[in-house]
């Protein structure tokens, strides 16, 4: 069983910027691709970026591209987002998943473990 605990999340102006991270406890860190979503009220969980076990290959979603970087220290057991460039339409519950054996896919049904969830929030 694998723990996820997201952190880092705030209120920031359009423009700003905010590095989330997630750390994971109870298991092999390095034996997961690791995955940002995030969620919107009444709207169903979307794809931000992912990242293979041993952060060789990255993917974002095109809405962040540029903007947003997703990467991970297995060392320290974490894998961060760093969100630049933050628009209104980025406010969001941004959620991290693990994904056993996985290479980092943009499905929610694809990944086994999620954290709780942080709160952003871009105000205009």
């Known amino acids: 069983q694998v723990q996820l605990v997201e952190s880092g999340g705030g209120l920031v102006q359009t423009g700003g910027s905010l590095r989330l991270s997630c750390a994971a406890s109870g298991g092999t860190f390095s034996s997961y691709a690791m995955g940002w979503f995030r969620q919107c009220p009444g709207k169903e969980r979307e794809f931000v970026a992912a990242?293979?076990?041993?952060?060789?290959?990255?993917v974002h979603a095109d809405s962040v591209k540029g903007r947003f970087t997703i990467s991970r220290d297995n060392a320290k057991n974490t894998v961060f987002l760093q969100m630049n460039s933050l628009k209104p339409e980025d406010t969001a519950v941004y959620y991290c998943?693990?994904?056993?054996?996985?290479?980092?896919?943009?499905?929610?049904?694809?990944?086994?473990?999620w954290g709780q969830g942080t709160q952003v929030t871009v105000s205009s």
């Open positions: 998943a693990a994904d056993h054996g996985g290479w980092g896919s943009r499905l929610v049904e694809a990944y086994d473990y």
């Open positions: 990242i293979t076990w041993n952060g060789g290959h990255a």
